[in-house]
């Protein structure tokens, strides 16, 4: 799947079961990948980047669809 990284901004983002999770801030790229690794729920600051990283964040790879919302596959 390819998307434009400023059409993930400020999207929603939703399980595959329906439930909000949250909205996209900012993201994490993998720069020698070429692609992103998570999508945070919040603006990161490294003064709760651990934090943030464990407990406000998508992983990419668990995006199933990106339309008019993210649709993430349910983590637990």
Excluded at 34 to 55: D, W
Excluded at 60 to 69: I, R
Aim: proline share 0%; glycine share 10%.
């Amino acid at each position: 799947m390819s998307v434009k990284l400023s059409k993930l901004y400020g999207m929603e983002i939703f399980t595959d079961g329906g439930k909000y999770v949250g909205t996209a801030q900012d993201f994490v790229i993998d720069l020698e990948g070429g692609e992103v690794a998570r999508m945070l729920l919040e603006q990161f600051s490294s003064i709760k980047g651990k934090e943030i990283l464990k407990e406000k964040s998508v992983l990419y790879k668990n995006v199933k669809s990106v339309e008019d919302v993210v649709v993430v596959a349910r983590t637990h």
